[in-house]
């Protein structure tokens, strides 16, 4: 259950310092809408209040300490002429890319988040999130890192060639989105982000060899976290759905606040190597543990990771990734309720 001075806890982590308590957390808003069942994920993602509606709602039934205002990874790039399609309860997705060159770059808009496409709508939502619980719950926003963007704008397989072919057009669209993201973001800020969820999961290591991300997407990546970290006075919450502890390790020089694991790594070695020098969150499997698990397994499992993570001052208890919207009601109170049980220092 959100809880006064959880956003306290928050900052605890972030600083490595030890909180009142483990929050708990789950990447769940598929599952959150399909359990309130007054809507379907294409109407929910369009409308401001009918997000805090189904958000609100959802805190308050399973005992979140956060809302995550992700809802999709299509808001920023409708409104520069990328074509999206989602329908009922399938998520809008990216699917026609612009063309690969330099004029695509220098035609870009200069867009505004307060006003282009469904930019404003999430702005409300965190509005309304902040204005109700005011510090006794974490409201996390949303946006993709840049390289990420890239591949959302041109497609994965381009944003992957680039890195290989032709890096300065890669950094000249990089460094766009950079520029966006400071001022989407602390639009963020502003409404009442507490925190932002940095998707860079087109970064995934085992796409992205270590040398290459350290070369040509850690430098801008830097700069925006630097940004926010510092300037916007806003926590960074990197997901690379990341599992391999050496390309977690790369990313310790973002100093992001807190880094989610994916579900296939080993938590205990993550959570030993990082001990002292960043913060983490994860890594229950939301597929074959809290989707296709039986509830027993699920509390075995959530368990298993509060007991490697306790003695890390750093930790915050979450799924390794989005949580399918047909996870049985049960299986997410019983992975809440485990959670929330051992969160006690």
């Given at each position: 259950?959100?809880?006064?001075?959880?956003?306290?806890?928050?900052?605890?982590?972030?600083?490595?310092?030890?909180?009142?308590?483990?929050?708990?957390?789950?990447?769940?808003?598929?599952?959150?809408?399909?359990?309130?069942?007054?809507?379907?994920?294409?109407?929910?993602?369009?409308?401001?209040?009918?997000?805090?509606?189904?958000?609100?709602?959802?805190?308050?039934?399973?005992?979140?300490?956060?809302a995550w205002v992700q809802i999709d990874d299509c808001f920023e790039?409708?409104?520069?002429?990328?074509?999206?399609k989602g329908e009922g309860n399938l998520l809008r997705a990216t699917y026609g890319y612009l063309p690969v060159n330099h004029?695509?770059?220098?035609?870009?808009?200069?867009?505004?988040?307060?006003?282009?496409?469904?930019?404003?709508?999430?702005?409300?939502?965190?509005?309304?999130?902040?204005?109700?619980?005011?510090?006794?719950?974490?409201?996390?926003?949303?946006?993709?890192?840049?390289?990420?963007?890239?591949?959302?704008?041109?497609?994965?397989?381009?944003?992957?060639?680039?890195?290989?072919?032709?890096?300065?057009?890669?950094?000249?669209?990089?460094?766009?989105?950079?520029?966006?993201?400071?001022?989407?973001?602390?639009?963020?800020?502003?409404?009442?982000?507490?925190?932002?969820?940095?998707?860079?999961?087109?970064?995934?290591?085992?796409?992205?060899?270590?040398?290459?991300?350290?070369?040509?997407?850690?430098?801008?990546?830097?700069?925006?976290?630097?940004?926010?970290?510092?300037?916007?006075?806003?926590?960074?919450?990197?997901?690379?759905?990341?599992?391999?502890?050496?390309?977690?390790?790369?990313?310790?020089?973002?100093?992001?606040?807190?880094?989610?694991?994916?579900?296939?790594?080993?938590?205990?070695?993550?959570?030993?190597?990082?001990?002292?020098?960043?913060?983490?969150?994860?890594?229950?499997?939301?597929?074959?543990?809290?989707?296709?698990?039986?509830?027993?397994?699920?509390?075995?499992?959530?368990?298993?990771?509060?007991?490697?993570?306790?003695?890390?001052?750093?930790?915050?208890?979450?799924?390794?990734?989005?949580?399918?919207?047909?996870?049985?009601?049960?299986?997410?109170?019983?992975?809440?309720?485990?959670?929330?049980?051992?969160?006690?220092?």
């Open positions: 259950m959100a809880y006064k001075g959880v956003v306290d806890d928050f900052r605890a982590i972030r600083e490595l310092r030890k909180p009142k308590r483990i929050p708990c957390v789950a990447c769940s808003e598929e599952f959150d809408v399909k359990w309130y069942g007054k809507y379907n994920y294409e109407e929910f993602c369009q409308d401001g209040n009918k997000i805090f509606e189904v958000l609100k709602a959802s805190v308050d039934e399973f005992g979140y300490d956060w790039f409708e409104p520069i002429g990328v074509k999206v004029d695509t770059i220098r035609n870009l808009p200069v867009m505004d988040p307060l006003s282009n496409g469904r930019m404003p709508e999430k702005l409300k939502a965190i509005r309304l999130l902040k204005n109700h619980y005011q510090d006794s719950l974490l409201i996390c926003g949303s946006c993709a890192a840049p390289f990420s963007a890239v591949g959302l704008m041109w497609s994965i397989q381009e944003s992957m060639l680039l890195l290989l072919t032709n890096p300065k057009l890669l950094y000249e669209a990089m460094e766009y989105w950079l520029e966006f993201y400071k001022r989407y973001i602390k639009a963020q800020r502003d409404s009442g982000a507490d925190a932002i969820w940095l998707g860079d999961c087109n970064a995934y290591g085992n796409m992205v060899p270590v040398q290459l991300y350290t070369e040509h997407i850690l430098p801008l990546t830097k700069i925006l976290v630097e940004y926010c970290e510092k300037e916007l006075g806003i926590m960074i919450w990197l997901h690379n759905s990341e599992t391999n502890l050496e390309n977690i390790i790369s990313h310790l020089p973002l100093e992001a606040s807190f880094e989610n694991i994916g579900p296939a790594a080993d938590i205990k070695a993550v959570s030993d190597s990082l001990r002292g020098k960043a913060a983490i969150s994860g890594n229950l499997d939301p597929l074959e543990v809290l989707w296709k698990g039986t509830p027993e397994l699920i509390e075995r499992e959530t368990s298993r990771i509060i007991s490697a993570c306790r003695n890390n001052p750093g930790y915050i208890f979450n799924t390794g990734e989005m949580n399918p919207r047909d996870v049985p009601e049960e299986n997410m109170r019983r992975m809440m309720d485990t959670a929330r049980r051992l969160s006690e220092y």
